[in-house]
């Protein structure tokens, strides 16, 4: 993608991704928002070859420590989910009764005419800041960084707390989102 530097070499490989928001915008501020995240990744999963072995939603990014299952392109599967995801999430924003409806229009409508890089609104930044990883230590060590960002950000005491990871899949519980434990 335009101006990222962390380019996806290997479409097939492990990746640590980080996927945000333009203008690093809180928007996953609202469960609707969220649980749009969180059915959009289910469906990567099961329809577009995505494997995740870590996720976490903050209110203004997304990581995750993924790759894509052979045949399929991390790239495009990625390019994919945030299209859709920008869609539902403009409709969510016009239909429901969000304070800062105007705002965020206005903010993502001016991104895309910026750009020129999306119609009529851009919600997410065109990067994914893709960094390739590798070895049980490094990844294990991304999985741990993913799961702390909740706890950092003082939303809960422990990382299994928070609904929106996979820490609780690591701690032998059930997430939203369906990983692959490592």
């Not at 229009?105 to 009529?120: C, Q």
């Not at 990844?139 to 706890?151: D, S, T």
């Not at 939303?155 to 989102?177: C, I, Q």
């Amino acid at each position: 993608m335009a101006g990222d530097k962390y380019r996806i070499a290997d479409q097939n490989g492990n990746y640590f991704i980080t996927s945000t928001i333009v203008d690093w915008i809180d928007v996953f501020t609202r469960i609707s928002y969220k649980e749009i995240i969180v059915q959009s990744l289910n469906y990567s999963v099961e329809m577009k070859g995505l494997e995740i072995y870590a996720w976490v939603l903050m209110s203004n990014h997304l990581h995750m420590v993924c790759r894509a299952r052979e045949g399929y392109k991390l790239s495009e599967i990625l390019r994919d989910f945030k299209k859709f995801t920008s869609k539902q999430i403009i409709e969510e924003i016009k239909k429901s009764n969000e304070s800062r409806a105007e705002w965020f229009l206005d903010k993502f409508s001016f991104e895309a005419r910026k750009t020129g890089r999306a119609e009529n609104y851009k919600v997410w930044q065109d990067a994914n800041h893709a960094i390739e990883i590798s070895g049980y230590i490094h990844v294990e060590g991304k999985i741990e960084y993913i799961h702390l960002n909740p706890v950092r950000a003082g939303w809960v005491n422990e990382e299994a707390d928070y609904v929106y990871s996979s820490a609780r899949d690591y701690a032998d519980g059930k997430g939203l989102v369906k990983v692959t434990v490592l």
